[in-house]
């Protein structure tokens, strides 16, 4: 071995307390670091030759890298829809890790059993039922890809032909509708070789994000044969819900795969005052929801839920002669585009077993309230506007005044070191999104972005 491997590994428990102790103080500063710290080049080094032993990484890393990092994992972080990491979520991220299972494979199969009981606990908190079958994907981008791939082949089989085995040349033409496609659905179209001009846009409701249901019966009875419709459940800039009963309900007169992308808004189950947005997800052939936002796991975690995973084996199948056969109930490896699997189900069962729904409900809840109280300290900065209603746990607003795209970023910037939002366009108009779906977030924190936020415009005036 070599010798520095060696040493490593004699000292390996004192090495990984001196690692414990540096997440700790990292964790511990994240409500007073700078949420966003300002932009550095770093100087980039030689791939060293000679290896300098993992104390001293680690000491290169906390004087090189660890004060650029963000406080992305804490309660200020509002950009994009950022989720932190819960301490048991956390600890089984620490696990997985120090396992290091390839849970893809019944011939080793402890990790896709766990994974299986988790997406089982994650079916039941979403309200689906268990026609849905589901697997761990590294997000929802790759959820949605995975979900489009198996309505692919659902069109193919429409229409007589294998995409999977045949090629897209086979399948002709493919028409995705959808009101407010998340830009993820046009990449997975992409990376499909549907192409992201397969996505047709169809007409909101009046000044809302969600689909007009007459609009996309419009589009079906445009469409020549069964499509796919995009149903969003929650959309980044005001967190819109389509109308999921209704789109549902077209099937009856119109032949077309649903795919639901409810991201995060497949979280709305968790409060009794918004479950009903998302009563219907059920009803979906395939659901994306992630997991590294709202579950406040670690990043890369996300499911995928279809009812027809016959479909999905048919896309995603590997077959070799020492992976094991596809059968009735095919293993990880068969199932999404990747063949390794890391053993990602481990964090969400361990935050799922430590604080159960009950905890979820708390966190959506206080996120939720916390969002409702950011947009009426908004709507209270002279100076400012909201572009519309606080629907869950976004907060979407602008200038008063020349709501220009360079006078937001000045305004982002100004607050990066107390709060981190991003810029959007909403209804034509350049904004700013506050998206509350961290564990940590509270009141005193809403408070201190909506001081910075105020004192930044007044600034800015
Ligand atoms: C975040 C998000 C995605 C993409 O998720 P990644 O985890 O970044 O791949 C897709 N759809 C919606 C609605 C989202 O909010």
């Given at each position: 071995m070599h010798p520095q491997l060696a040493e490593d590994l004699a000292q390996l428990p004192d090495l990984l307390e001196d690692t414990r102790r540096r997440a700790v103080a990292f964790l511990d500063g994240l409500g007073e670091r700078p949420v966003v710290p300002v932009p550095w080049e770093p100087e980039v080094e030689p791939l060293p030759g000679r290896g300098v032993g993992l104390r001293a990484a680690l000491e290169e890393f906390a004087v090189r890298w660890e004060p650029n990092l963000s406080a992305s994992a804490g309660p200020r972080y509002l950009g994009f829809v950022t989720g932190g990491a819960t301490p048991a979520a956390l600890a089984g991220d620490w696990l997985t890790a120090a396992a290091d299972q390839n849970s893809n494979s019944s011939l080793d199969p402890a990790g896709q059993r766990i994974e299986r009981e988790t997406v089982g606990w994650l079916r039941e908190l979403f309200g689906l039922s268990d026609a849905h079958s589901g697997t761990f994907v590294s997000g929802a981008t790759m959820s949605n890809t995975v979900g489009l791939a198996i309505a692919r082949e659902w069109l193919g089989e429409r229409r007589g032909v294998s995409p999977a085995e045949d090629g897209l040349a086979a399948l002709g033409p493919v028409r995705v509708l959808s009101g407010s496609a998340h830009s993820s659905v046009a990449k997975g179209l992409s990376v499909l070789g549907?192409?992201?001009?397969?996505l047709v846009g169809v007409e909101t409701l009046a000044g809302r994000e969600a689909v007009d249901p007459v609009a996309l019966e419009r589009a079906l009875r445009e469409t020549d044969g069964p499509c796919v419709v995009v149903a969003n459940a929650g959309t980044v800039n005001t967190v819109d819900f389509d109308d999921l009963h209704a789109i549902a309900a077209l099937r009856e007169r119109h032949d077309f795969w649903l795919h639901v992308d409810a991201a995060f808004g497949a979280f709305a189950a968790l409060s009794p005052d918004h479950a009903h947005l998302v009563?219907?997800?059920?009803?979906?052939?395939s659901v994306c929801v992630d997991l590294h936002k709202w579950l406040n796991v670690p990043y890369d975690s996300a499911v995928q839920f279809t009812r027809r995973p016959d479909l999905q084996a048919r896309v995603f199948q590997n077959s070799a002669a020492y992976l094991g056969s596809v059968g009735d109930h095919p293993d990880l490896v068969h199932l999404t585009p990747e063949n390794s699997h890391r053993l990602r189900a481990l964090a969400a069962w361990f935050t799922l077993r430590a604080y159960g729904r009950d905890g979820y409900r708390e966190i959506v809840e206080r996120d939720v309230s916390c969002a409702r109280a950011m947009g009426e300290a908004v709507a209270a900065v002279p100076g400012l506007r909201l572009l519309a209603p606080v629907r869950l746990n976004v907060v979407c607003f602008t200038l008063a005044e020349e709501p220009t795209a360079e006078r937001l970023a000045a305004l982002a910037a100004e607050l990066n070191e107390e709060v981190f939002l991003t810029p959007t366009r909403y209804a034509g108009v350049p904004a700013l999104r506050a998206a509350f779906s961290n564990w940590r977030t509270t009141d005193a924190d809403v408070r201190r972005a909506a001081d910075a936020l105020a004192r930044a415009v007044r600034k800015l005036l």
């Open positions: 549907l192409g992201r001009r397969a009563e219907a997800l059920d009803l979906a052939d």
